[in-house]
């Protein structure tokens, strides 16, 4: 629950931006903001290796790469607090270890769920996988729009920022990392 002085700064910011925090259709607002902005920023309240549920049973013969592609990222920008949003790629290479596929998404929304740069988020996920999983590679591309550059400032619409962090053979090997590269449809 929200204490009367958090609603109160967001409605002295709604009195900032010229509005009037007791219009109808502001006044829940306070609330309703601090709400999705807890969820917003939900990733705080997590750990990495609260969600990586590792399995050795069923990876005895895996060796060859899991990847999985188009996991929805949401993020805030912490230099405007503005949305971005596109979609993460993570593949891993196997060292008698597994991943439940679903752990990966839950690892991005970890760190996404944060106030982000792009290039720590891409970085950070690809360090908790390395550090946990102990796989033999690990490759993380995410594609991203960001509404700071979008909407504001240079108001380009459309573009996408890219970023990767390639660990252990999937950085060393070029065949592996072609292979990731190629199965993420680059």
């Known amino acids: 629950m929200h204490t009367p002085e958090d609603l109160e700064v967001i409605r002295n910011l709604l009195k900032l931006i010229g509005e009037d925090p007791d219009r109808e259709g502001l006044r829940e607002t306070p609330a309703r903001f601090l709400k999705a902005l807890a969820e917003y920023t939900s990733g705080y309240q997590q750990k990495p290796e609260e969600v990586l549920k ?3 049973d069923g990876a005895q013969s895996v060796d060859e790469m899991v990847i999985v592609r188009d996991i929805p990222v949401y993020s805030l920008c912490e230099h ?3 949305p971005f949003f596109g979609r993460a790629h993570i593949g891993y290479v196997p060292d008698k270890r597994i991943l439940g596929l679903s752990k990966i998404s ?3 929304e970890v760190f ?3 106030l982000q740069v792009q ?3 891409t ?3 690809a360090d ?3 550090t946990h999983l102990m796989p033999l590679g690990v490759a993380v591309v995410i594609e991203c729009r960001h509404m700071c550059m979008e909407s504001r400032g240079v108001r380009h619409s459309g573009a996408t920022t890219a970023t990767s962090a390639l660990r252990g053979s999937i950085k060393t090997n070029p065949d592996t990392r072609r292979e990731f590269l190629s199965l993420i449809g680059h």
Do not use: D, K, P
């Open 123 to 125: 970085n950070q996920i």
């Open 106 to 108: 839950r690892l991005v």
């Open 119 to 121: 290039e720590r988020l």
């Open 112 to 114: 996404s769920r944060r």
């Open 54 to 56: 590792v399995f050795e």
């Open 128 to 130: 908790a996988l390395a």
């Open 80 to 82: 405007h607090l503005a």
